[in-house]
């Protein structure tokens, strides 16, 4: 479900699950974490991180563990993975990234976006919360004030937003964003590995505080979730109750 190939020192990883929608589950996870893997152990200068079809991805699958904990570790561990790649990363959204879908964006260093493609973390609705870092990634990308809009009020960012803001770095397909690998590729990679580092110490991965880490698993354990959930199962709106 993973798909790796190369064109010189650019290595292309897709997403491989289209009748999923790019969902990820436990196989897709430990994939995408051994397709990176060997992308350095073989040389890349660049990597391109992609879906197949018309969607980038659909975030965790719902239908399977995303509830277990060990499967969010994994995650966690494989989204820390890309984050530190020592060479960069290019996300090229070829459409909708949600919920884990843009985590996987913004773990990368660059993101090129489709023109129809747009980026949401819909956790509000079933009664998740995502983690600090998802959370300070995002103010740092977009802003403060786009970012509130998309945690608090479930906003999608569109392509155009997404540049506008900063999000996007470039608006283009997955050969435009391989184009672009390509270049990189050409540079030095001391130097980027350098920038890597220093742009990606922007707080987001500094621990929680107590108060911030309880109140997410006050989500995570609630009889919310539990709505949530049976809402998703049985194809209705769920009613919260903040318990």
């Given at each position: 479900?993973?798909?790796?190939?190369?064109?010189?020192?650019?290595?292309?990883?897709?997403?491989?699950?289209?009748?999923?929608?790019?969902?990820?589950?436990?196989?897709?996870?430990?994939?995408?974490?051994?397709?990176?893997?060997?992308?350095?152990?073989?040389?890349?200068?660049?990597?391109?991180?992609?879906?197949?079809?018309?969607?980038?991805?659909?975030?965790?699958?719902?239908?399977?563990?995303?509830?277990d904990?060990?499967?969010?570790?994994?995650?966690?561990?494989?989204?820390?993975?890309?984050?530190?790649?020592?060479?960069?990363?290019?996300?090229?959204?070829?459409?909708?990234?949600?919920?884990?879908?843009?985590?996987?964006?913004?773990?990368?260093?660059?993101?090129?976006?489709?023109?129809?493609?747009?980026?949401?973390?819909?956790?509000?609705?079933?009664?998740?919360?995502?983690?600090?870092?998802?959370?300070?990634?995002?103010?740092?990308?977009?802003?403060?004030?786009?970012?509130?809009?998309?945690?608090?009020g479930?906003?999608?960012?569109?392509?155009?937003?997404a540049?506008?803001?900063?999000?996007?770095?470039?608006?283009?397909?997955?050969?435009?964003?391989?184009?672009?690998?390509?270049?990189?590729?050409?540079?030095?990679?001391?130097?980027?590995?350098?920038?890597?580092?220093?742009?990606?110490?922007?707080?987001?991965?500094?621990?929680?505080?107590?108060?911030?880490?309880?109140?997410?698993?006050?989500?995570?354990?609630?009889?919310?979730?539990?709505?949530?959930?049976?809402?998703?199962?049985?194809?209705?709106?769920?009613?919260?109750?903040?318990?």
């Amino acid at each position: 479900m993973i798909h790796s190939s190369h064109t010189d020192r650019v290595v292309t990883i897709e997403l491989a699950r289209e009748t999923k929608r790019n969902a990820l589950d436990e196989e897709m996870v430990a994939g995408l974490a051994a397709a990176f893997a060997a992308a350095v152990d073989g040389g890349a200068r660049a990597i391109v991180l992609t879906g197949r079809g018309p969607v980038f991805c659909a975030g965790a699958d719902l239908s399977g563990p995303v509830y277990d904990k060990d499967f969010l570790d994994r995650l966690v561990a494989t989204l820390q993975q890309i984050e530190s790649t020592p060479v960069p990363v290019i996300a090229a959204l070829n459409g909708p990234a949600l919920g884990a879908g843009l985590q996987l964006a913004m773990a990368a260093d660059l993101r090129v976006m489709a023109p129809d493609a747009a980026a949401e973390i819909p956790a509000a609705k079933i009664g998740v919360a995502v983690d600090e870092w998802t959370i300070r990634r995002l103010v740092s990308l977009v802003g403060a004030g786009p970012a509130r809009g998309m945690l608090i009020g479930c906003e999608a960012l569109t392509s155009e937003r997404a540049l506008a803001v900063g999000f996007a770095n470039r608006i283009g397909d997955l050969a435009h964003a391989q184009r672009w690998a390509a270049s990189i590729a050409t540079l030095a990679p001391l130097t980027l590995a350098h920038y890597k580092l220093v742009l990606n110490g922007d707080g987001a991965r500094d621990a929680a505080p107590a108060d911030r880490a309880a109140a997410m698993m006050r989500a995570w354990t609630s009889a919310d979730l539990t709505e949530g959930r049976t809402a998703r199962a049985e194809r209705r709106t769920p009613v919260f109750r903040g318990c």
